[in-house]
């Protein structure tokens, strides 16, 4: 509002950049000293002022990312100075209001899971006993419901972890795929494994950094399980024998032989620790990843075992397992065409499985460096983990319809 000099009132109007100045005061916290940058929007609504055409235009200049640590603890990514913003159809481009990528929530729970029960369980109950080891495993398969026997159905999209606390939810995991899919899964491990030999011609765009090679075992064996006698049981570490009392598990041996020359190639006593299950809506499987306590036996076994009689096979199981074991770095895939005795005499039943293994030793190294804050990859290899699981729980089936 203006006084003119005659003395009539006049009411003058606010300008657009006045207008936004006002709103801005009353909404901001600092009320009349707005930083700057606070409104950006701003900027697209003042008048541009008129450039001077005797200076030179001023290139503008990149801004780089910032070399700094990872928050979970890895190093820098090696030559950071040098990774510029992507500069594609979208312009100078950051991953967030921070430039960091936050970990998917399922995978942050396999992170976490694998820590606390492979890294943390040996800080708290110490080094393992002399032959016993922890072996990782994933395996492919499906969570049921055993009320209706079919595969649970969630109100979910996307990957989950099971709350296992979780009273009102009961699920069995049933481990197997279908011969189909076995032979689906050999097709595509079989491809990997030529792919991964030598640069693939034809590719776009061309492949000029060599794979690093698969490399793959078949085995035939016998697996025979026997029930541990008293004796046999007391035999066992107190970490294994714990383990078997807090599940009310019965302890049994796994004999394994060579199929073609009968040798004895491993003699376990396995328990379970833990198990993470993964639900995967979007493709036909779900997964399991467990954490097992294993103990290798010596010679001694057979005087620790029940041996079965006539009128009680009971006490023994045997399997075939022909399987197909394919390396890549600290992972091993493992595809099984498993046939045992079936329930009726002069029968046998056939199953198939699928599963992923992760070195206990990296994942323990990493682990511990992690804990340390010093230089790690436990992240990548985690991560390589959960990416080998997730190719193969979408493979036999393909997603889901």
């Keep these: 509002m203006e006084i003119h000099s005659s003395g009539v009132i006049r009411t003058r109007v606010r300008t657009l950049d006045e207008e936004i100045a006002i709103a801005e005061r009353k909404q901001s916290p600092y009320g009349s000293r707005t930083p700057q940058g606070l409104f950006p929007w701003r ?20 801004r780089t990312r910032p070399v700094k640590q990872q928050p979970n603890g890895l190093a820098p990514l090696p030559n950071a100075q040098s990774l510029a913003p992507d500069s594609g159809v979208l312009g100078p481009w950051e991953d967030s209001i921070t430039n960091n990528i936050p970990s998917h929530e399922c995978f942050s729970h396999l992170s976490d899971f694998l820590y606390n029960e492979v890294v943390a369980r040996l800080n708290v109950e110490g080094p393992l006993e002399a032959g016993t080891a922890i072996k990782i495993e994933a395996k492919i398969g499906q969570l049921i419901c055993p009320d209706t026997n079919t595969r649970i159905r969630l109100p979910v999209m996307g990957e989950h972890a099971i709350n296992k606390e979780d009273l009102g939810l009961r699920t069995i995991f049933k481990s197997s795929i279908t011969q189909d ?120 076994w057979l005087g620790l075992v029940v041996l079965p009689t006539a009128t009680d096979a009971k006490r023994s199981h045997r399997r075939n397992n022909d399987r197909l074991s394919y390396q890549h770095l600290a992972y091993q895939i493992n595809l099984s065409r498993i046939t045992s005795p079936g329930v009726k005499k002069h029968t046998t039943d056939k199953a198939h499985e699928l599963s992923v293994e992760v070195s206990t030793a990296k994942v323990l190294g990493h682990g511990s460096l992690w804990k340390h804050d010093k230089p790690n990859e436990f992240e990548k290899l985690v991560r390589g983990f959960a990416n080998n699981i997730r190719l193969l729980a979408a493979c036999p089936g393909g997603p889901r319809s």
């Design 43 to 62: 900027n697209r609504y003042a008048p541009t002022k008129a450039r001077d055409a005797s200076q030179p235009i001023q290139p503008i200049q990149p």
């Design 181 to 300: 899919q076995h032979s689906s899964t050999n097709g595509v491990l079989n491809t990997a494994f030529r792919d991964s030999q030598k640069p693939k011609s034809g590719s776009v765009p061309p492949q000029t950094t060599p794979r690093i090679p698969l490399t793959y075992v078949h085995a035939r064996e016998i697996d025979t399980y026997y029930e541990l006698s008293r004796a046999g049981i007391l035999s066992l570490p107190w970490s294994i024998r714990s383990k078997l009392k807090a599940h009310n598990s019965s302890a049994r041996v796994r004999i394994t032989t060579d199929q073609k020359t009968g040798d004895v190639v491993g003699k376990i006593v396995k328990v379970c620790l833990a198990n993470l299950d993964v639900h995967s809506p979007h493709t036909e499987f779900d997964y399991r990843v467990s954490i097992n306590l294993e103990k290798q036996l010596g010679d001694e």
